[in-house]
């Protein structure tokens, strides 16, 4: 596998896209004939990728809360270079990375939650997609675990409310503080959102707790491969069964109910399938 800075420079190229589409066949043969019952799984997440990164309506914008190396960036970008793209990114040096390689993005170095001010957060440098504001339980420098202090923003204090069509969280157990912290920015746009949820609760967030506020906010929870189709979204139940090993998927999509119809009529397009 490529190391992550060479990763970030071949971004955007063919060679890139023929990297990344190479990674993504070869992760499925492998679980394939190593994990079966993860198949599903890993296809629910690489479908998840592929909408959120093709959905948004031209001259729009999406906002990458948790922009890592910029892949997601890359994909809306050469998609559509109307999409207005905005970045957050709480690692100092990805910040850095990001915004040398585009210089057209906005990108905010703070974390993002339901809160002002200052947080520790803890850069995994082995591993750098696993960092978060989260302390690993007896983790240390020895463990490749640097802390650091980085500003955390609400996202309604960082970006104009209107005119943002889809949101992408990926925070590492954090995406429920970055939802508390936009209410009046998922009630002026009515965004499509695609946020991980892994296994475990993590901040004292829990699954309960990000379905109830999707609920109140008149949302509907699907995974990937239900968005295309008469899917009215997950139940309370169905959303917690669906962490359970095997994991149905890490990345959901959560839809406005006033915009089910037309999110699903789309995905039908971009996947070019005929309707149920």
């Known amino acids: 596998m490529l190391e992550q800075s060479a990763k970030q420079w071949v ?16 992760e499925l043969v492998r679980a394939a004939l190593r994990s079966p019952e993860s198949v599903g799984t890993i296809a629910n ?23 890592h190396i910029g892949s997601i960036i890359t994909a809306v970008a ?5 999409i207005q793209i905005v970045a957050v990114e709480a690692i100092p040096e990805k910040v850095e990375r990001l915004r ?11 974390a993002v939650g339901d809160q002002e001010g200052e947080v520790s957060f803890f ?30 923003r609400r996202l309604d204090n960082l970006v104009k409310a209107d005119g943002i069509d889809v949101i992408k969280i990926d925070v590492e157990g954090a995406e429920l503080g970055v939802l508390r912290g936009s209410p009046q920015l998922l009630a002026a746009s009515r965004p499509v959102i695609m946020f991980e949820s ?15 506020f999707f609920a109140d906010q008149r949302y509907t929870l699907h ?36 915009r089910r119809t037309e999110i699903r009529d789309r995905a039908r397009k971009l996947l070019g399938i005929a309707g149920d």
């Open 100 to 110: 040398r390689k585009f210089p057209k993005v906005p990108v905010h170095a703070c």
């Open 223 to 258: 995974v990937p491969n239900r968005v295309a189709h008469n899917d009215e979204g997950l139940s309370l139940e169905g959303f917690v069964d669906s962490h359970t090993y095997p994991r149905r998927t890490t990345n959901y999509i959560a839809i406005p109910a006033e």
């Open 45 to 67: 997440d690489q479908l998840a990728t592929l909408l959120v990164t093709q959905l948004c309506l031209p001259g729009k914008t999406f906002i990458d809360v948790g922009a």
């Open 123 to 152: 850069i995994n440098t082995r591993q750098s997609g696993y960092s978060s504001l989260g302390q690993p339980a007896g983790a240390g420098k020895d463990d490749g675990i640097q802390e650091v202090r980085v500003p955390i």
């Open 11 to 26: 971004l955007g190229s063919a060679l890139g896209r023929m990297l990344m589409s190479g990674r993504d066949q070869l």
């Open 78 to 82: 050469q998609r559509d270079p109307s």
């Open 198 to 212: 892994g296994p475990g609760d993590a901040l004292g967030y829990t699954k309960p707790a990000m379905w109830q």
